[in-house]
């Protein structure tokens, strides 16, 4: 086969650092467009970002040439320097990790809904709640003590 192809949907998951509410609801706009663009930037088109004052998720498509590590680690570079510059959070950091999960192809409108109405899910539910939630839907095992940082 000559060419390379790949369709890999990517839910990537994180929270601000010890999970405090440093995004303000005027800077979340901004934010999520300036994370789609980073995204975007790095040929790991995105379909859906949003989440509230203390995290994010991003829905985007991989790109054939880019570790997952590597999306993850640029963008929140980048997207924390934005937030202390454009925000004024001095502050802001990002916690160490992530979580990413796959998505098929015929549920990438189902995550882009949840996505965009993360607002309305955090009104009853901690991040933590929902990111416990993501981590036994997909079977993954973890270790509550090392888990928030």
């Not at 990537?12 to 979340?28: D, G, H, M």
């Not at 001095?90 to 949840?114: E, K, N």
């Amino acid at each position: 086969m000559p060419q390379s192809l790949a369709q890999l949907y990517v839910h990537l998951v994180f929270s601000t650092k010890e999970r405090v509410a440093l995004i303000p609801i005027t800077a979340q706009p901004g934010l999520h467009a300036y994370l789609a663009g980073i995204l975007n930037s790095i040929d790991c088109p995105a379909i859906q970002v949003g989440g509230v004052a203390d995290h994010v998720h991003l829905l985007f498509r991989l790109s054939k040439n880019r570790a997952l590590a590597d999306a993850a680690r640029h963008t929140k570079v980048e997207s924390s320097k934005w937030m202390k510059d454009r925000s004024g959070v001095r502050m802001f950091a990002w916690q160490a990790g992530y979580g990413a999960f796959s998505v098929s192809a015929s549920h990438v409108d189902s995550v882009a809904d949840y996505i965009r109405n993360q607002a309305e899910h955090h009104r009853s539910r901690s991040f933590k709640d929902e990111f416990r939630t993501l981590l036994k839907r997909y079977n993954l095992k973890f270790d509550e003590a090392c888990m928030w940082d």
